[in-house]
């Protein structure tokens, strides 16, 4: 198991930029996730740790070892592709010895490391099929044996959850978290689901258009969103997002959204009266009831019950607001009912930097 | 509208069998003539199958001529230019399948140039080059020839399979600890044998039937391929068709093995073929 | 600190010489044994032909080899088995292209539809493309000669015909020899290729469209022909270039005859150089022939370019 320390790393494919200096250090044993939009560069950032991109620049160190111009093979650490990319003419037992085959490993102790992942996977019965021969969720776990019997310094996963259906990918979920807590191995997982970015992570890194936005714990990004992409990426409802103006002259610091509404805040924020800023607010922090004090009245325009909740949309003052309610038959489209922002669920950003203030 | 698809459907079948006979026809009276006894020959010339048949013709081309020197060097030259020219265009394949590099466009603009020109403008000047190094009238001189003009078109077949691999194999190979050598030698080419197999059959095809060259390059009858011995049937003063068929049929008996061999790939392989403009 | 790395963010490769090297020529390597042959076998002969154009080169003359200019085609402006050449060359391609394009049409639409025993009638149709040309050349030859072919009294019978006569040594009508045998044995090029071109097709635009109450015949025309227009426009060019360059049948069925009357351009090469050793002056022709597919290649080019930009 190893550190990877990754200083100031660019790509560049011709004069088109990918990564722009990236910045980023995981600790021993630390299951670290990158998250982001498709582009976003993350796959990049993932395939130069494996020794897939060459570097444009910058440095990446496994284990305190600068690895920039080693060969994957040198690198000492296993991967799981997206397709899986098992060998289809070998078999479960002939993936999972390859590495340790090229390695020259005695045969005893191969045979020792593929039947103890095998247990851990519980692949034993199928050792002797072909890939063809398997489901995807089987063919999922070939590929997590064929990382982990080699006992690698890092772990790399590139969405290997992505080709499965909903269930499979719930449950698999839970086993790669399961494995991360057995082996306590370095891990670093891309993908573009929020939520598994969510419930896997010791961190998570959120990246957009090549850039690192924020570095934290999974509800430290939840909960404090460094900036706008963060706050309208993670979550799901989104977050709701309104546009207004900062006023704080008259010693109660609010927001002004518009049609002479304005939203009062816990506390004076740093910046400057009559700055642009965006006004952001969870789904489910949004109050709905009949009769609410500082409401503002909304009519429901569309109810989506999920059956662990609902969801509401409603229109108020000139704005789309989404609302998320554990309670049933909360109101029906055409209502009109009152909405209310409790004050110290409230984000502000600044609408031209997209920055978080307070 | 039953009345109508049921003329459509008839006039469908009666469609494809006249093809199938006309694809077949000309095939069927090489072995009409060469199980055609000499007597008959003139006699019977129209009937579809002779009153008699023999298997003198096989017998005489088989026992008493060339014939089975003209097929085994036939079937070296084949063999070998099909064998050398699939190793050799499995490598430049796979570079051109899986490397982005600076001379890819000149090597493809050269490929491609080399389908364009007419090959019987190359006739002349290889004489000239080959006869003092004495692989004219050789059969390695031919094999070298036609490795070199096969190697382009294989080259684009073989890039297709390759382009049908997923790089994230090869990728993982490399991951777990292989050169990139060892990966293509170890996970990529087993997975491209069919494809190899079927350059193979294209390339074995191609050499089976070339004539020009071969009537150019090779005098003597030691080293005469098959379709200069089969010529040479007719520059003689009395064709003997029975025999002449008979080693027809021989010859066939190949190509038509690695045609059903290769049938499956046909389309990948012409449209490969297409490529090359 | 910072402002050096801003400076120069993407910095040298800091890998050793020698293993830069090596990435850098991998792809090389794989390519290295074929490229060496091309160039060796191909290239370089090409390049000497050219020259030979300009000398005069015959095999048995070993005082030949001296640069003579433009000889060679001042001879050929005047030689009138070329400009005959030339014509038949035309007719030749031009028939057996149409031809072969339209059997092969035909075919593929033929055989587009699913029936039982189709993978068998595809094979059967197919196999003539495997018979070796030479092969089918003979093949022909023996079927329209009136000794054992059935061809000749056939079309006495129909009427077609005087007398049951060989067609290959009728000086008016020998070119359909070859040209019937090239049609036989291409028509499998052009069918596995729209074949292939038909199924890829989406199945579903056929359905809308039957939906929205297109006949069989609309249906092909709007939607059949616009899917297979780039592939017919590539192959039909292509195959042009390939059958005008094809020599072998007209040199096992007729070798030029009669009276050079179905001599085309590349079997008059091939001629002059098998059979009269004249290096230089086949040379001659091969550049000529070279510089008019290259101009008919070029013109086909530009009239695509300029039909997609009416679009």
């Given at each position: 198991?190893?550190?990877?320390?990754?200083?100031?790393v660019r790509k560049a494919y011709?004069?088109?930029k990918i990564l722009?200096?990236?910045?980023?250090?995981?600790?021993?044993?630390?299951?670290?996730?990158?998250?982001?939009?498709?582009?976003?560069?993350?796959?990049t950032?993932?395939?130069m740790?494996?020794?897939?991109e060459d570097i444009s620049a910058g440095?990446?160190?496994?284990?305190?070892?600068?690895?920039n111009?080693?060969?994957?093979?040198?690198?000492?650490?296993?991967?799981?592709?997206?397709?899986?990319?098992?060998?289809?003419?070998?078999?479960?037992?002939?993936?999972?010895?390859?590495?340790?085959?090229?390695?020259?490993?005695?045969?005893?102790?191969?045979?020792?490391?593929?039947?103890?992942?095998?247990?851990?996977?519980?692949?034993?019965?199928?050792?002797?099929?072909?890939?063809?021969?398997?489901?995807?969720?089987?063919?999922?776990?070939?590929?997590?044996?064929?990382?982990?019997?080699?006992?690698?310094?890092?772990?790399?996963?590139?969405?290997?959850?992505?080709?499965?259906?909903?269930?499979?990918?719930?449950?698999?979920?839970?086993?790669?978290?399961?494995?991360?807590?057995?082996?306590?191995?370095?891990?670093?997982?891309?993908?573009?689901?929020?939520?598994?970015?969510?419930?896997?992570?010791?961190?998570?890194?959120?990246?957009?258009?090549?850039?690192?936005?924020?570095?934290?714990?999974?509800?430290?990004?939840?909960?404090?969103?460094?900036?706008?992409?963060?706050?309208?990426?993670?979550?799901?409802?989104?977050?709701?997002?309104?546009?207004?103006?900062?006023?704080?002259?008259?010693?109660?610091?609010?927001?002004?959204?518009?049609?002479?509404?304005?939203?009062?805040?816990?506390?004076?924020?740093?910046?400057?009266?009559?700055?642009?800023?965006?006004?952001?607010?969870?789904?489910?922090?949004?109050?709905?009831?009949?009769?609410?004090?500082?409401?503002?009245?909304?009519?429901?325009?569309?109810?989506?019950?999920?059956?662990?909740?609902?969801?509401?949309?409603?229109?108020?003052?000139?704005?789309?607001?989404?609302?998320?309610?554990?309670?049933?038959?909360?109101?029906?489209?055409?209502?009109?009912?009152?909405?209310?922002?409790?004050?110290?669920?409230?984000?502000?950003?600044?609408?031209?930097?997209?920055?978080?203030?307070? | 509208?039953?009345?109508?698809?049921?003329?459509?459907?008839?006039?469908?079948?009666?469609?494809?069998?006249?093809?199938?006979?006309?694809?077949?026809?000309?095939?069927?009276?090489?072995?009409?003539?060469?199980?055609?006894?000499?007597?008959?020959?003139?006699?019977?010339?129209?009937?579809?199958?002779?009153?008699?048949?023999?298997?003198?013709?096989?017998?005489?081309?088989?026992?008493?001529?060339?014939?089975?020197?003209?097929?085994?060097?036939?079937?070296?030259?084949?063999?070998?230019?099909?064998?050398?020219?699939?190793?050799?265009?499995?490598?430049?394949?796979?570079?051109?399948?899986?490397?982005?590099?600076?001379?890819?466009?000149?090597?493809?603009?050269?490929?491609?140039?080399?389908?364009?020109?007419?090959?019987?403008?190359?006739?002349?000047?290889?004489?000239?080059?080959?006869?003092?190094?004495?692989?004219?009238?050789?059969?390695?001189?031919?094999?070298?020839?036609?490795?070199?003009?096969?190697?382009?078109?294989?080259?684009?077949?073989?890039?297709?399979?390759?382009?049908?691999?997923?790089?994230?194999?090869?990728?993982?190979?490399?991951?777990?600890?292989?050169?990139?050598?060892?990966?293509?030698?170890?996970?990529?080419?087993?997975?491209?044998?069919?494809?190899?197999?079927?350059?193979?059959?294209?390339?074995?095809?191609?050499?089976?039937?070339?004539?020009?060259?071969?009537?150019?390059?090779?005098?003597?009858?030691?080293?005469?391929?098959?379709?200069?011995?089969?010529?040479?049937?007719?520059?003689?003063?009395?064709?003997?068709?029975?025999?002449?068929?008979?080693?027809?049929?021989?010859?066939?008996?190949?190509?038509?093995?690695?045609?059903?061999?290769?049938?499956?790939?046909?389309?990948?392989?012409?449209?490969?073929?297409?490529?090359?403009? | 600190?910072?402002?050096?790395?801003?400076?120069?963010p993407y910095g040298?490769d800091?890998?050793?010489?020698?293993?830069?090297?090596?990435?850098?020529?991998?792809?090389?390597?794989?390519?290295?044994?074929?490229?060496?042959?091309?160039?060796?076998?191909?290239?370089?002969?090409?390049?000497?032909?050219?020259?030979?154009?300009?000398?005069?080169?015959?095999?048995?003359?070993?005082?030949?080899?001296?640069?003579?200019?433009?000889?060679?085609?001042?001879?050929?402006?005047?030689?009138?088995?070329?400009?005959?050449?030339?014509?038949?060359?035309?007719?030749?391609?031009?028939?057996?292209?149409?031809?072969?394009?339209?059997?092969?049409?035909?075919?593929?639409?033929?055989?587009?539809?699913?029936?039982?025993?189709?993978?068998?009638?595809?094979?059967?149709?197919?196999?003539?493309?495997?018979?070796?040309?030479?092969?089918?050349?003979?093949?022909?030859?023996?079927?329209?000669?009136?000794?054992?072919?059935?061809?000749?009294?056939?079309?006495?019978?129909?009427?077609?015909?005087?007398?049951?006569?060989?067609?290959?040594?009728?000086?008016?009508?020998?070119?359909?020899?070859?040209?019937?045998?090239?049609?036989?044995?291409?028509?499998?090029?052009?069918?596995?290729?729209?074949?292939?071109?038909?199924?890829?097709?989406?199945?579903?635009?056929?359905?809308?469209?039957?939906?929205?109450?297109?006949?069989?015949?609309?249906?092909?025309?709007?939607?059949?022909?616009?899917?297979?227009?780039?592939?017919?426009?590539?192959?039909?060019?292509?195959?042009?270039?390939?059958?005008?360059?094809?020599?072998?049948?007209?040199?096992?069925?007729?070798?030029?005859?009669?009276?050079?009357?179905?001599?085309?351009?590349?079997?008059?090469?091939?001629?002059?150089?098998?059979?009269?050793?004249?290096?230089?002056?086949?040379?001659?022709?091969?550049?000529?022939?070279?510089?008019?597919?290259?101009?008919?290649?070029?013109?086909?080019?530009?009239?695509?370019?300029?039909?997609?930009?009416?679009?």
């Amino acid at each position: 198991m190893a550190s990877i320390d990754i200083t100031d790393v660019r790509k560049a494919y011709g004069a088109v930029k990918i990564l722009h200096g990236v910045d980023l250090t995981i600790q021993d044993g630390e299951f670290v996730v990158l998250v982001g939009p498709s582009g976003c560069g993350k796959s990049t950032l993932l395939r130069m740790i494996a020794g897939l991109e060459d570097i444009s620049a910058g440095e990446i160190k496994i284990g305190g070892k600068r690895v920039n111009e080693l060969d994957p093979k040198d690198r000492d650490i296993a991967m799981v592709f997206q397709s899986y990319a098992l060998y289809p003419h070998m078999t479960v037992a002939g993936n999972m010895s390859y590495s340790l085959r090229l390695r020259k490993t005695a045969k005893e102790k191969i045979a020792a490391a593929i039947s103890g992942a095998a247990e851990k996977l519980s692949l034993t019965p199928l050792m002797e099929r072909r890939p063809k021969a398997l489901s995807g969720g089987q063919r999922q776990r070939v590929a997590m044996g064929r990382a982990i019997v080699r006992k690698p310094k890092a772990f790399l996963f590139d969405e290997p959850l992505s080709n499965l259906d909903a269930r499979l990918r719930e449950h698999m979920r839970g086993e790669i978290k399961k494995l991360h807590q057995d082996l306590g191995a370095t891990s670093i997982y891309v993908t573009h689901d929020q939520i598994e970015a969510m419930t896997l992570a010791d961190r998570i890194v959120a990246m957009n258009a090549g850039v690192v936005q924020q570095v934290g714990s999974p509800l430290d990004l939840y909960d404090r969103p460094a900036n706008l992409f963060v706050a309208g990426f993670m979550g799901s409802p989104a977050m709701n997002m309104f546009e207004g103006t900062y006023r704080a002259t008259d010693g109660a610091p609010r927001i002004e959204l518009g049609q002479g509404i304005s939203v009062p805040l816990a506390g004076p924020a740093p910046t400057a009266e009559g700055t642009k800023v965006t006004l952001g607010i969870r789904p489910e922090h949004v109050l709905v009831g009949r009769e609410l004090p500082g409401g503002f009245e909304a009519r429901i325009d569309l109810v989506e019950p999920t059956g662990f909740g609902t969801i509401l949309h409603a229109s108020a003052f000139g704005s789309d607001v989404k609302a998320f309610s554990l309670e049933r038959g909360l109101a029906e489209r055409g209502d009109t009912v009152h909405v209310a922002f409790p004050v110290e669920r409230i984000h502000v950003f600044d609408t031209a930097t997209g920055a978080r203030i307070g | 509208m039953t009345r109508k698809r049921i003329v459509a459907t008839v006039a469908h079948r009666v469609a494809i069998l006249a093809y199938v006979l006309f694809a077949l026809f000309p095939l069927f009276w090489v072995l009409k003539i060469s199980v055609t006894p000499n007597d008959l020959l003139y006699s019977e010339g129209v009937r579809l199958w002779p009153s008699r048949t023999v298997f003198d013709h096989f017998d005489f081309v088989i026992r008493h001529s060339d014939f089975p020197l003209f097929f085994r060097n036939s079937m070296i030259v084949s063999l070998s230019t099909a064998v050398i020219v699939t190793i050799l265009s499995s490598l430049g394949g796979y570079a051109m399948s899986r490397f982005s590099f600076r001379g890819k466009f000149w090597i493809v603009g050269l490929m491609l140039l080399t389908q364009m020109f007419p090959l019987v403008m190359l006739i002349a000047p290889i004489f000239k080059i080959l006869s003092p190094l004495g692989l004219t009238n050789s059969l390695s001189g031919l094999i070298l020839v036609y490795v070199a003009f096969n190697v382009p078109f294989a080259t684009f077949l073989m890039q297709s399979f390759f382009d049908g691999i997923p790089k994230d194999l090869e990728e993982a190979a490399m991951i777990d600890g292989a050169t990139r050598f060892t990966a293509f030698r170890q996970i990529i080419l087993p997975l491209t044998l069919p494809g190899m197999a079927a350059t193979l059959g294209f390339v074995f095809t191609a050499a089976w039937s070339e004539l020009l060259f071969a009537l150019m390059l090779i005098s003597g009858v030691d080293a005469s391929t098959f379709p200069v011995g089969l010529l040479s049937f007719v520059s003689k003063f009395s064709v003997d068709f029975g025999q002449m068929m008979a080693a027809g049929v021989l010859a066939l008996i190949p190509a038509c093995l690695f045609f059903f061999f290769i049938q499956r790939y046909l389309v990948q392989g012409l449209t490969a073929g297409a490529v090359k403009g | 600190m910072t402002e050096a790395v801003n400076a120069a963010p993407y910095g040298r490769d800091r890998r050793p010489f020698l293993r830069r090297l090596a990435s850098a020529s991998e792809p090389y390597l794989y390519s290295a044994p074929a490229l060496i042959l091309i160039v060796t076998v191909m290239l370089v002969p090409l390049v000497i032909g050219i020259s030979y154009a300009f000398r005069d080169m015959t095999l048995l003359d070993p005082f030949s080899g001296g640069f003579i200019g433009l000889d060679h085609f001042r001879a050929l402006a005047k030689d009138k088995t070329f400009w005959q050449a030339l014509k038949n060359t035309v007719y030749w391609t031009g028939y057996s292209v149409a031809l072969q394009f339209c059997f092969g049409l035909i075919l593929a639409l033929l055989l587009d539809k699913p029936f039982r025993g189709r993978g068998l009638a595809q094979a059967l149709c197919f196999l003539p493309w495997a018979v070796p040309s030479f092969l089918s050349g003979l093949n022909w030859a023996m079927l329209f000669n009136p000794i054992v072919g059935p061809i000749p009294h056939w079309l006495y019978g129909l009427g077609l015909m005087s007398a049951p006569d060989n067609l290959l040594s009728s000086p008016d009508h020998a070119m359909w020899g070859p040209i019937i045998a090239n049609v036989w044995w291409g028509i499998p090029f052009f069918a596995i290729t729209l074949l292939a071109a038909l199924q890829s097709i989406p199945r579903d635009l056929y359905e809308a469209a039957a939906i929205d109450g297109a006949t069989p015949f609309q249906r092909f025309r709007s939607i059949t022909l616009p899917f297979l227009a780039p592939t017919i426009a590539i192959t039909v060019m292509l195959r042009t270039v390939w059958i005008a360059n094809f020599a072998d049948l007209i040199v096992v069925m007729t070798n030029g005859g009669p009276a050079d009357r179905t001599q085309i351009v590349a079997s008059y090469i091939f001629t002059q150089a098998f059979r009269r050793l004249d290096f230089g002056y086949a040379s001659a022709i091969a550049m000529v022939l070279l510089a008019l597919l290259l101009v008919y290649s070029m013109l086909i080019v530009l009239l695509r370019q300029t039909l997609l930009r009416e679009r």
